[in-house]
């Protein structure tokens, strides 16, 4: 049984090594698997907690008090009165129980309930402001996979053209047409271009490795990556960023924040109950009473930081609309920059597929020509690199302008 299990687990990893990886599934496993994420369950139990707090303002409030108390006489009376009342003591001892109950509080308990709304909302907003940045760090790593992958089939089509020449070089030299140093200079070519691949797989390794650790899976050298399609039509450029959805929850907290002050100059009624109890003092007091009745406060303390408090929040108002057109114009900047880079490299693609197919000729005619005896073999090596320059070129330009369009989607959260 345990040698199956193992085999389950084996064969698991091997699927999951070869399984193919899409940029979008990459997104959602990484932001499902980012620590970060378990901020939202922190800031929504957060919010809770606060709104039953307020809540709780209209529950009556309970208070207990008790004390001793010692004190001189508090009236002079011939001894023949103080004997008639039973005499009079000069402490006291007292237990109370009050009990108040909000009629109406001027909109302070719904106040606080819009400010805690409001903070978890800001609070929110930055977590995923926050989140936003993991795509941006997977794109690099999913990108960097691509291209290194593109720079390795290159190598590796390299490899076989050198393989083919060190094939003719030999033929040549068995006919008296070349030496073996010509045969060396290949050999030379074929060791770097295996150097090559074996740095180009140990990068990938890498590259994977920290790819798969944000996503929380792991993933083996037979992972495969899908190539982005992008679609045909034009970008829709309408600004959808986490931001500002952020700028809008600031501004919706300052107007909470001016609830509250307004709620502070309104008057507030309530009713309230108290009992009493109390030691003797004189036989013609009782020893307990009750006491109910309705209040009316009305602080008007508040109205002295109005103003400022007022102007304060008019401020940071204006530092919120500051920020947020300073964010839309670095946004429209980059959006200006990522549209010439993406024509740029349009265009170089184009001439990319012309550079490849004349190298290509001119490799073939420097074959022939060595075959003939009438060019050297380090000038065929030349021309063989010079190809694989140039494809290598033409994939890099490709795996760039998916990146800078999918940077430009980002830009705009699309």
């Known amino acids: 049984m345990k040698r199956i299990g193992l085999l389950l687990v084996l064969m698991g990893w091997a699927c999951l090594a070869k399984a193919q990886l899409t940029l979008e599934a990459c997104y959602a496993q990484a932001e499902a698997n980012y620590p970060l994420i378990k901020q939202y369950g922190l800031v929504e139990q957060s919010r809770e907690f606060n709104l039953s707090n307020a809540s709780k303002g209209y529950l009556p409030q309970i208070g207990v008090s008790a004390g001793a108390y010692a004190f001189t006489d508090i009236m002079d009376m011939p001894a023949q009165l103080q004997q008639m009342a039973g005499g009079m003591e000069n402490h006291v001892l007292t237990a109370s129980v009050t009990v108040n109950q909000s009629i109406y509080d001027g909109g302070a308990i719904a106040a606080r309930r819009g400010l805690a709304k409001a903070e978890a909302e800001v609070e929110k907003g930055q977590v995923e402001v926050s989140m936003y940045d993991v795509r941006q760090r997977i794109d690099q790593l999913y990108f960097g996979v691509l291209s290194i992958e593109e720079q390795l089939k290159q190598t590796l089509l390299l490899e076989d053209d050198l393989k083919l020449s060190l094939q003719t070089v030999e033929g040549l030299m068995r006919g008296g047409l070349a030496n073996q140093s010509d ?83 309104r008057p507030k009624v309530g009713a309230f109950a108290t009992g009493m109890l109390h030691s003797k003092v004189t036989d013609f007091v009782n020893n307990g009473l009750l006491l109910g009745g309705v209040s009316l406060s009305w602080n008007l303390g508040a109205l002295y930081t109005r103003k400022t408090d007022l102007q304060k929040l008019e401020l940071q108002r204006r530092q919120i609309g500051v920020t947020r057109e300073t964010f839309l114009f670095n946004t429209q900047l980059q959006s200006e920059s990522s549209d010439g ?74």
């Open 341 to 414: 880079v993406i024509q740029d490299l349009k265009t170089q693609l184009a001439q990319d597929a012309e550079i490849v197919a004349l190298r290509e000729g001119i490799r073939d005619r420097a074959q022939l020509r060595v075959e003939n005896g009438i060019e050297t073999v380090n000038e065929m090596l030349r021309e063989i690199n010079a190809v694989s320059e140039a494809r290598q070129t033409q994939a890099l330009h490709e795996i760039q302008l998916l990146q800078e369009i999918y940077r430009l989607k980002h830009l705009y959260n699309n």
């Open 183 to 265: 045969v060396d200079a290949v050999r030379v070519e074929q060791i770097k271009a295996n150097q090559r691949v074996g740095s180009l797989r140990t990068l990938k390794r890498t590259y994977l490795l920290m790819l798969g650790t944000f996503i929380g899976q792991k993933l083996g050298e037979e992972t495969t990556l899908t190539k982005p399609v992008t679609s045909g039509s034009g970008l829709d450029r309408s600004n959808y960023r986490p931001e500002l959805n952020l700028y809008s929850a600031q501004s919706q907290l300052l107007d909470a924040q001016k609830k509250m002050l307004d709620a502070q100059l």
